[in-house]
């Protein structure tokens, strides 16, 4: 089996789920890309943020500290986002915890 046959096979396999387990396994690729996405845009604002308050000296121009904050910490940020179900909990519990007990 070549690889064009192998493609034409996944997209047949997927295909031949159900239309809730395709949506199902669409949501989860799409929560992926957005949870990288998301948190590459945060890491790079706090990367600029840092640099504009002279606080990265390695760092020579913006660009550069923005695309550090992207790569910076990729690994855990995407093996997060496979995972993210199952820490959503611990991610949450916090604030709301927070939330129901203010600072008196």
Same mark, same amino acid.
């Given at each position: 089996?070549?690889?064009?046959? $192998?493609?034409?096979?996944?997209? *047949?396999?997927? #295909? &031949? @789920? =159900?239309?809730? +387990?395709?949506?199902?396994?669409?949501?989860?690729?799409?929560?992926?890309?957005?949870?990288?996405?998301?948190?590459?845009?945060?890491?790079? $604002?706090?990367?600029?943020?840092? *640099?504009?308050? #002279? &606080? @990265? =000296?390695?760092? +020579?121009?913006?660009?550069?500290?923005?695309?550090?904050?992207?790569?910076?910490?990729?690994?855990?940020?995407?093996?997060?986002?496979?995972?993210?179900?199952?820490?959503?909990?611990?991610?949450?519990?916090?604030?709301?915890?927070?939330?129901?007990?203010?600072?008196?």
């Amino acid at each position: 089996m070549n690889s064009t046959d $192998k493609q034409y096979y996944e997209v *047949y396999l997927y #295909n &031949e @789920l =159900s239309k809730s +387990k395709q949506i199902l396994i669409t949501s989860y690729i799409a929560s992926i890309l957005m949870y990288n996405l998301y948190s590459s845009y945060v890491n790079s $604002k706090n990367k600029l943020i840092k *640099y504009r308050n #002279n &606080e @990265l =000296s390695e760092i +020579k121009n913006e660009w550069h500290a923005v695309k550090f904050g992207a790569s910076e910490k990729f690994i855990s940020r995407f093996l997060k986002s496979l995972i993210w179900p199952i820490t959503l909990c611990s991610d949450i519990i916090p604030a709301v915890v927070l939330a129901l007990n203010p600072k008196k």
